[in-house]
Nanobody, 127 residues
Framework: QVQLVESGGGLVQPGGSLRLSCAVSGFTVDYRTIGWFRQAPGKEREGVSCISGEIGSIFAADSVKGRFTISRDSAKNTVYLQMNSLKPEDTAVYYC????????????????????WGQGTQVTVSS
């Protein structure tokens, strides 16, 4: 059974850091594109970053480039999102998800390209 479980969220001050984890079971993360998305109350779900299978190409939203870094640990079958220099506007529920085949540079941020989702973890950035 495919499962993705996020962890690592919490309350942090502006400028602080958090590392989110996405523990995956049921498939190997090196063979699928894994994306991080976030959704704030009243807003649409938006793509944050993703890492592709095999090659490990990385894509990220302009709003987080230079601050957030996605990575994976094959031995642990886990994908991470290191978040630095956090801002209040980063506050959201963060989800990880596994992409369908055919997900590419031009469509990685579309939630419709992902068929398995975790339950989400809350990130709150506030002083």
């Amino acid at each position: 059974q495919v499962q993705l479980v996020e962890s690592g969220g919490g309350l942090v001050q502006p400028g602080g850091s958090l590392r989110l984890s996405c523990a995956v079971s049921g498939f190997t993360v090196d063979y699928r594109t894994i994306g991080w998305f976030r959704q704030a109350p009243g807003k649409e779900r938006e793509g944050v970053s993703c890492i592709s299978g095999e090659i490990g190409s990385i894509f990220a939203a302009d709003s987080v480039k230079g601050r957030f870094t996605i990575s994976r640990d094959s031995a642990k079958n886990t994908v991470y999102l290191q978040m630095n220099s956090l801002k209040p506007e980063d506050t959201a529920v963060y989800y990880c998800a596994s992409a369908l085949l055919g997900t590419r540079r031009t469509n990685w941020g579309n939630p419709s390209r992902y068929n398995y989702w975790g339950q989400g973890t809350q990130v709150t950035v506030s002083s």
